[in-house]
């Protein structure tokens, strides 16, 4: 909707999308200037606005009930497993075969959570547009 001559919209978008620039393309459409006045994320992966705390909450309920775990923070992101051997790689920070792996693997570009055999996150990885292949951090 709009009120006046500020527009107000709403969009559901992909990783990369970039909502300034989508507002300039309204602005230049309707041979006009504009800029963003406010921007929110209402979510992320499967976090929402919705389901935030207050500063305030976190203190009174506590560290352990105010925060995700590990599994619970990273379970959006899609899965590359790790070979029995590769746990073990990662806690002595030799990465080299890992990424090797992951840039040869054929998946599509994102972020992948590196698990182990037990399930719990070992890493995140980033693998490229160009099938290049970033450590980002270890949990081990």
Same mark, same amino acid.
């Given at each position: 909707g709009h009120e006046g001559s500020n527009v107000r919209f709403r969009a559901e978008c992909s990783k990369g999308t970039y909502i300034r620039v989508l507002a300039q393309d309204f602005a230049h459409r309707l041979d006009t200037a504009g800029f963003v006045s406010q921007l !929110? !994320? +209402? *979510?992320?992966? +499967? #976090? *929402?606005? &919705?389901? *935030?705390?207050t500063l305030e909450d976190a203190q009174t309920r506590g560290p352990?009930? &105010?925060?995700l775990t590990l599994a619970q923070a990273t379970a959006f992101l899609p899965v590359f497993p790790l070979l029995p051997n590769e746990n073990a790689l990662l806690a002595v920070g030799k990465i080299d075969g890992l990424l090797a792996r992951l840039s040869n693997s054929g998946l599509p570009a994102n972020i992948y959570c590196a698990r182990a055999e037990t399930d719990a996150p070992a890493a995140l990885l980033e693998l490229t547009d160009k099938k !290049?292949?970033? #450590?980002? !951090? *270890? #949990?081990?």
């Open positions: !929110r !994320r +209402d *979510a992320v992966g +499967d #976090f *929402a606005l &919705s389901q *935030a705390i352990a009930a &105010s925060t !290049r292949a970033n #450590f980002l !951090r *270890a #949990f081990v």
